[in-house]
């Protein structure tokens, strides 16, 4: 219960902290009046500092402010942190890790302290700097040091996960090191105005201040700088955004990769060396480009020794089979499925129809009886098998269902069966347009053939138009549908068939389709 109000409680902190902080030390700011004979607290002129009674009871709730508060918060901070530390770094959430989402899932998990420099940074801002000196250059020196020093301290670490909240802090912190500096302009045009008197015309023209003139330089720099920082941000994200790394449909992010307790990969490549190399290497290697911080297991990659393939399988998440032709007759391939099967372990089924060696139901067959319905499921409910394709608008596909049921096997999906992926820039994703109207005849004679035409119209939002009258003169294209039922002995009247009509449209004019 504690845990669950843990991120509510963490909000609360985030918000008030800097405000009551910056209240509680406004108490110690006294202002001297007649020549250092009377004192009134800045933040409220009607306390008299000098009255110990009445002055005494402020001091007292301020402390107290301090101690809950900036002493209080950064103690929080770092203790949560350190406690979860482990886990965050090796990517293995627990129930503490997860309730301090708040405070470190937008940072790499390097930085998970982050938040915590931000905090002292802003009660050093809000409060302590007001305790040094008030009103004095030394003061406004010493925080434009510290606002400096974090500046460069971010644009080094780059501590954010997200490309564009480092572009952000990085403009903000500028935009803050900019107004401190500007202060120390005000500051020295002060003093030269309060010794205007002793100032020959010689140095007054030297070190007098046109206050309105330098304030909007200053600002129009930093607007200027905002506004590049913005558009740089912008044109970066751009470029990030073609990447094709896979990403989640609900928050248009590449999906976080945390370790269940005991893993350490997020999937096992289980193939036979024969007729799976090829395409499991293939697997391996754009999984790792899509799909960052992924750990996946592959043999020749990581086995460190044959004895330990069941050790293997236990530290993995999801188990995939690739299975081609002779993958049920070898031991060790029968050894992994037997671990996978025998531990419970999430797999998935992949095929290589081209250059798997066999067709499916011969790779089957190679099974034994009990072993088919355990990986292929009984008839009435069979598994899906992942077809893996070479052309690559199809492998793109492929890969998505591997990718889904890899995050399927982790963590925090729960009890979720099916997860929306996209990769920017892919073919569904791309709006298609046509230059000129398009017409497309599915005959009637073709089995499947108006189906598939009506799915491409669905598709393309209504821009392309089905027709199954032949004699329509605005037809572009004949779409013919390729199937089992269409070479098969012509009927009584050939004009039922498919493929005799097919011919003479091979000459008059319109594209075909297959």
């Given at each position: 219960?504690?845990?669950?109000?843990?991120?509510?409680?963490?909000?609360?902190?985030?918000?008030?902290?800097?405000?009551?902080?910056?209240?509680?030390?406004?108490?110690?700011?006294?202002?001297?009046?007649?020549?250092?004979?009377?004192?009134?607290?800045?933040?409220?002129?009607?306390?008299?500092?000098?009255?110990?009674?009445?002055?005494?009871?402020?001091?007292?709730?301020?402390?107290?402010?301090?101690?809950?508060?900036?002493?209080?918060?950064?103690?929080?901070?770092?203790?949560?942190?350190?406690?979860?530390?482990?886990?965050?770094?090796?990517?293995?959430?627990?129930?503490?890790?997860?309730?301090?989402?708040?405070?470190?899932?937008?940072?790499?998990?390097?930085?998970?302290?982050?938040?915590?420099?931000?905090?002292?940074?802003?009660?050093?801002?809000?409060?302590?700097?007001?305790?040094?000196?008030?009103?004095?250059?030394?003061?406004?020196?010493?925080?434009?040091?510290?606002?400096?020093?974090?500046?460069?301290?971010?644009?080094?670490?780059?501590?954010?996960?997200?490309?564009?909240?480092?572009?952000?802090?990085?403009?903000?912190?500028?935009?803050?090191?900019?107004?401190?500096?500007?202060?120390?302009?005000?500051?020295?045009?002060?003093?030269?105005?309060?010794?205007?008197?002793?100032?020959?015309?010689?140095?007054?023209?030297?070190?007098?201040?046109?206050?309105?003139?330098?304030?909007?330089?200053?600002?129009?720099?930093?607007?200027?700088?905002?506004?590049?920082?913005?558009?740089?941000?912008?044109?970066?994200?751009?470029?990030?955004?073609?990447?094709?790394?896979?990403?989640?449909?609900?928050?248009?992010?590449?999906?976080e990769l945390p370790?269940?307790?005991?893993?350490?990969?997020?999937?096992?490549?289980?193939?036979?060396?024969?007729?799976?190399?090829?395409?499991?290497?293939?697997?391996?290697?754009?999984?790792?480009?899509?799909?960052?911080?992924?750990?996946?297991?592959?043999?020749?990659?990581?086995?460190?020794?044959?004895?330990?393939?069941?050790?293997?399988?236990?530290?993995?998440?999801?188990?995939?089979?690739?299975?081609?032709?002779?993958?049920?007759?070898?031991?060790?391939?029968?050894?992994?499925?037997?671990?996978?099967?025998?531990?419970?372990?999430?797999?998935?089924?992949?095929?290589?129809?081209?250059?798997?060696g066999a067709p499916?139901?011969?790779?089957?067959?190679?099974?034994?009886?009990?072993?088919?319905?355990?990986?292929?499921?009984?008839?009435?409910?069979?598994?899906?098998?992942?077809?893996?394709?070479?052309?690559?608008?199809?492998?793109?596909?492929?890969?998505?269902?591997?990718?889904?049921?890899?995050?399927?096997?982790?963590?925090?999906?729960?009890?979720?069966?099916?997860?929306d992926l996209f990769?920017?820039?892919?073919?569904?994703?791309?709006?298609?347009?046509?230059?000129?109207?398009?017409?497309?005849?599915?005959?009637?004679?073709?089995?499947?053939?108006?189906?598939?035409?009506?799915?491409?119209?669905?598709?393309?939002?209504?821009?392309?138009?089905?027709?199954?009258?032949?004699?329509?003169?605005?037809?572009?294209?004949?779409?013919?549908?390729?199937?089992?039922?269409?070479?098969?002995?012509?009927?009584?009247?050939?004009?039922?068939?498919?493929?005799?009509?097919?011919?003479?449209?091979?000459?008059?004019?319109?594209?075909?389709?297959?």
């Amino acid at each position: 219960m504690l845990l669950a109000a843990l991120p509510w409680l963490l909000l609360l902190v985030f918000v008030s902290a800097p405000m009551v902080s910056s209240a509680a030390f406004r108490a110690f700011s006294c202002e001297e009046f007649d020549n250092g004979r009377s004192y009134y607290l800045r933040a409220d002129y009607a306390i008299d500092c000098s009255d110990m009674g009445s002055y005494k009871r402020v001091q007292l709730i301020a402390w107290l402010g301090i101690l809950l508060y900036p002493v209080g918060t950064s103690v929080l901070y770092t203790f949560l942190i350190l406690a979860s530390r482990r886990a965050i770094l090796d990517n293995k959430p627990t129930s503490l890790s997860s309730a301090l989402g708040f405070l470190v899932r937008d940072y790499k998990p390097t930085f998970m302290w982050w938040e915590l420099l931000m905090l002292w940074r802003q009660l050093w801002l809000v409060g302590f700097a007001i305790l040094i000196r008030p009103g004095t250059v030394e003061q406004l020196v010493i925080c434009y040091l510290v606002v400096l020093s974090h500046m460069l301290l971010h644009a080094v670490a780059m501590p954010f996960k997200n490309d564009g909240d480092n572009y952000v802090g990085q403009a903000c912190n500028f935009a803050l090191t900019g107004f401190f500096f500007f202060l120390l302009v005000i500051k020295f045009d002060v003093l030269t105005h309060s010794v205007d008197y002793a100032l020959s015309d010689q140095l007054r023209e030297k070190y007098q201040l046109n206050v309105s003139l330098v304030s909007l330089v200053m600002i129009g720099f930093i607007l200027l700088a905002l506004v590049s920082t913005t558009v740089m941000a912008a044109h970066q994200i751009l470029q990030a955004a073609r990447v094709p790394t896979i990403r989640l449909q609900r928050t248009g992010e590449p999906p976080e990769l945390p370790f269940a307790k005991g893993n350490r990969w997020h999937m096992f490549l289980s193939h036979i060396w024969a007729t799976g190399q090829d395409q499991s290497a293939t697997i391996k290697r754009m999984l790792a480009a899509m799909l960052p911080g992924v750990s996946v297991f592959l043999d020749v990659d990581n086995l460190r020794s044959i004895d330990t393939l069941e050790e293997e399988i236990s530290d993995s998440a999801v188990v995939m089979i690739l299975a081609t032709k002779g993958y049920f007759q070898s031991k060790n391939c029968l050894r992994e499925v037997n671990a996978t099967l025998e531990q419970e372990k999430r797999f998935c089924v992949g095929v290589d129809l081209v250059r798997g060696g066999a067709p499916l139901p011969d790779i089957e067959a190679e099974c034994s009886e009990k072993m088919q319905l355990d990986v292929f499921g009984p008839p009435s409910a069979r598994r899906d098998v992942i077809i893996w394709h070479r052309i690559k608008a199809f492998q793109m596909v492929s890969i998505k269902l591997i990718t889904e049921q890899l995050l399927l096997g982790g963590p925090r999906t729960g009890n979720l069966s099916k997860l929306d992926l996209f990769v920017p820039g892919e073919l569904p994703r791309q709006r298609l347009v046509f230059r000129r109207r398009i017409v497309v005849f599915a005959s009637p004679n073709n089995p499947g053939a108006l189906d598939v035409a009506n799915d491409l119209a669905l598709a393309t939002g209504g821009c392309i138009e089905v027709t199954s009258d032949e004699t329509n003169s605005m037809i572009t294209h004949f779409l013919l549908y390729l199937n089992t039922q269409v070479r098969r002995p012509a009927p009584p009247c050939l004009c039922s068939d498919p493929m005799h009509e097919t011919r003479p449209r091979l000459h008059s004019g319109p594209a075909l389709t297959l």
